[in-house]
């Protein structure tokens, strides 16, 4: 019994405890699956195993910069971020459980393409393999803030079987709005924006009128530099870094110089805007690096076992159907959520962070959804319902998210709906 | 069919905003397309960022992107379905061979 037990033992912490060593394996089967020649195989596990550890640096260089971020709204502000008491933070939850959230993400898709086979209903397959991930670890963290002592199988059993349930449903529910914008059957919609997006198309027609479409309006050029996430971060989190250093440095100057150190408290500032930026190219390039090798195994699989399956796939998808729609709503996104940060600071409620990726991404396409049926007053309505959910959702889920509590400033609409669904429910069952 | 000129593989990057979902369905579709059309070629995904700095002969993006490569001696190509192979396959056949990179038959 000993020796078995040692096994299991030695198993658990070497490849379920590693998610390099885990991933690695789910991209290798993937790979050996799709035939790939030796060479192949082997570049794409070797990939996936760094692509894994990057992530892992990135996380940690996100985890310090905002809190970089937080404590300079603080210092100018006197309101700090209610983290909840002893949390996990991300980077500890990736190493820790990463590899649950491996696993998960892999189950479900597998118990997704039965569900997709066995009730005809379903003909969309769920290709958005960044956001499967992130959704996988998301319902971990959520599995263990409910029960910190869940067992391994019931947070995989758990999380598997509710994010297959959500790739299934969620591109079959806003399908309608997606044949009216792309005039086919062909293209399935495959986002956690899509609450935001199926609202904004249903009142669009109560908001404005289809005819007075963005597309009619000419935007400058100069607005293009905001469809790169990294600049427009850099940017608006160094204005923001910038005003409450100048802020801070006239309410407690030994405050801000003790967080500038031997900067200059605006250079400083500056940086840290930079900073923050770099962290999350860091933190997504990995996720791509992974990502990008068990996607292609997924959709092998998909291909095989469910032929004619229509692809879901990421937001981008619509964009080309309303371009100026996009940069419509991610700006009303924005100023909507600028003014929550800035309400919530002065109510001391909460410190929240601007999310450049989350209003441009679910914001440009729920404002496509919303100026199909509303024209550019139901995109302008669109970016901002969800630069309102947003701020709610990230000021909300940071104070009560106990493991991995940053994913709460990473989070898309459906995130929150999904956090919040899912404590209610783990909350009876637990 | 076509006929391949280079003497190696055609090097294509596929490209979207933060280079996480949809290049990558774009790299799996523009793949499929270029087996059929007997094209050899290494297809990777990126985002905008480094998009511009890569040594890749061809650029794939969605219409929104395309504008970004304005100016570029790249061969570029602009999207407006993502995942429609007709669509890839007019557009690829088109900017190759006014390139001369293929000759049509």
Redesign the interface.
Known sequence: MTAIMDILMWIGNNILGQPAVLLGIVAFVGLILQKKPFSETLVGTVKVMIGVVMMLAGANLFVNELVSFQSLITAATGVSPKYPPNYIPLNDLISQYGSYAAVIMTVAFILHLILVRVIPKFRHVY?????MWWLSLVVVAVTLTVNPNASARQIIGIGAVVLAIYWTIQPAYIHHAMRDI?GSD??GYA?TSSLVALVSYHLGKYIGNPEESTEKMNLPKSL?FL?????STAIILGLIMVAAAVVGYVKAPDTISSLAGDLNPIIWAILRGIYFAAAI?VL??G??MF??EI??AF?GISDKVIPGAI?A?????V???A?TA?IVGFLSGLGVFLLMMGLFIAAGFAVIVPPM?ML??PGGAAAVFGNKTGGWKGAVFAGALNGLVLAIGQALTLQFLTYGTELATLGDPDWYALIVVLKGLLGVIF | MVKYKLDRPLKILTV???????S??M??FVEDVLKELQIPANVE?????TAKSSDADVIIA????A??FEGSPKIIIG??????KNEIKEKIIEALSKRGVIELD
């Open positions: 290709l958005t393999g960044h956001l792309t062909a293209i986002h293009s469809k790169d996430y990294a600049v190219v997504l390039t996720v791509k990502v990008g996607v292609p959709k692809p796939v990421d937001a981008p998808v964009f080309p159907y371009p996009v990726i441009f991404f | 979207c905003g933060v280079g996480q979902g949809s990558l369905i790299k799996m995904h990126t985002e905008l960022l969605s219409i929104l992107h504008e970004e999207l407006k379905n993502l995942v429609d």
